[in-house]
């Protein structure tokens, strides 16, 4: 799965992800009396905006960095053009490929810096599970992997902008699991532009969710950041989190117990 391809994200036709959505629509003109796909139809090319000009809107960068975290967080292989990680806006077009700048993060700082940790942390949290807990006394071909590399996937909200899904590893046996609680993923996405003080999304039956991973810039999960379960029947569920969603932003929680 992918948001970008070495095809797609030239400038004479989709653009890279972030650049298309400051413009808010491809960079090619279709000629709606031909016949063919969108990349036949494509006779003149939109004018591509600076860099500059698509580092300073804010909310393009937003909406990129959720679909980053769709990218890692539903099931299936993920895939990143080169200069995806640093959230590189700039055009490139055939026979060129799309360049790798790795002075924009020598500063420590900045929006490129923030998005490649954000990739470091999504891979990390996707491959490692965060560090997930597991049962000490069973052996490392009965532990289960990270949740997000299972195949386990249950959408539990999607309505009003909000995304909301659980993701598990699938037992293959379960006789040899007894002693081991599933681990579960919550995944949140809000795709609006409206923030959500206090969201209520429906849970298993749980005591707290530990914060994972966030898309809010300088905000950065803790062991300590504990949503506590209420007994709130939601979304078909017995309980309910209550959870801080700004406008497009994203944050993974854990299952505490």
């Not at 413009?23 to 090619?28: A, I, S, T």
């Not at 590189?88 to 998005?115: F, K, L, M």
């Not at 990739?119 to 992997?145: D, F, K, V, Y």
């Not at 206090?198 to 969710?209: M, R």
Request: with cysteine; glycine share 6%.
């Amino acid at each position: 799965i992918f948001m970008e391809s070495h095809d797609t994200a030239t400038s004479d036709r989709y653009g890279r992800v972030i650049a298309a959505i400051h413009n808010g629509k491809p960079f090619m003109v279709a000629d709606n009396e031909q016949h063919g796909d969108a990349f036949q139809r494509a006779s003149e090319v939109l004018p591509y905006p600076s860099v500059q000009e698509v580092e300073k809107d804010v909310y393009a960068v937003r909406r990129a960095a959720l679909g980053m975290v769709l990218l890692f967080t539903t099931p299936g292989i993920p895939m990143l053009l080169q200069g995806q990680e640093l959230c590189e806006p700039g055009a490139y077009q055939h026979p060129q490929g799309p360049r790798v700048n790795w002075n924009r993060t020598s500063d420590g700082q900045g929006q490129s810096t923030q998005w490649f940790q954000l990739c470091q942390e999504l891979i990390t949290l996707r491959l490692a599970g965060a560090r997930l807990p597991t049962n000490p006394s069973m052996s490392h071909a009965m532990r289960l992997p990270s949740p997000l590399m299972g195949d386990g996937l249950h959408v539990s909200h999607a309505s009003g902008g909000v995304l909301a899904y659980f993701r598990w590893a699938e037992i293959a046996d379960s006789r040899t699991m007894e002693s081991q609680e599933l681990e579960l993923v919550l995944v949140l996405l809000n795709c609006s532009a409206r923030h959500l003080h206090s969201f209520d999304v429906g849970v298993p039956p749980s005591k707290a969710w530990r914060l994972a991973l966030t898309t809010e810039a300088g905000m950065k999960p803790s062991a300590e950041v504990l949503l506590q379960t209420r007994a709130k029947p939601n979304h078909n569920f017995s309980d309910s989190v209550s959870v801080a969603l700004q406008a497009y932003s994203a944050v993974i929680l854990l299952r505490q117990s």
